[in-house]
């Protein structure tokens, strides 16, 4: 799988990340001070949501110091679906509820084994389908997943001011 991550900093955690995805037999892209480029989260957050989008990547990480403007600058992308994870459970729920194709890091609060715990539960959850889960569930998150779309297209097509 390819993976695009971008974080607006080089740390010991961005190269922890970049190391255990090659582990895990990932190809990493890396955009921002990871590719050695100086630019803040919002550009490096909207160039891993784009190659995401445009299907140059598989998946998407971004990071920022809270994880929160990443999450919100990659979002900004029509068709992501970024989720801000502090724990295994919330990217494990992001993944089944959500779709979640971006995963959205703190550099300041997250550690390497919760970073490995999270990666953990990303990669193995799968999207719910019809051949995984019951008829419940996945008739709840296609029907909030359309909404979602809904919601997205709304205001992507709102007319000028």
Known sequence: MKIALGSDERTHLTDFLIEELKKRGHRVETYGPLADQ??????VSRAVAECVVRGQADEGIVCCWTGTGASIAANKVPGVRAALCHDAETARGARIWNRANVLAL????????????????????????????????????????RQLDALEQRYTSLPEH
């Open 38 to 43: 100086a630019q803040d989260w919002p550009d």
């Open 106 to 145: 703190s550099l300041r609060a997250t550690s390497e084994p919760i970073a490995k715990e999270i990666l953990d539960a990303w990669f193995s959850t799968p999207f719910v389908s019809e051949t995984s889960g019951d008829a419940n569930t996945l008739e709840f998150v296609q029907r909030t997943l």
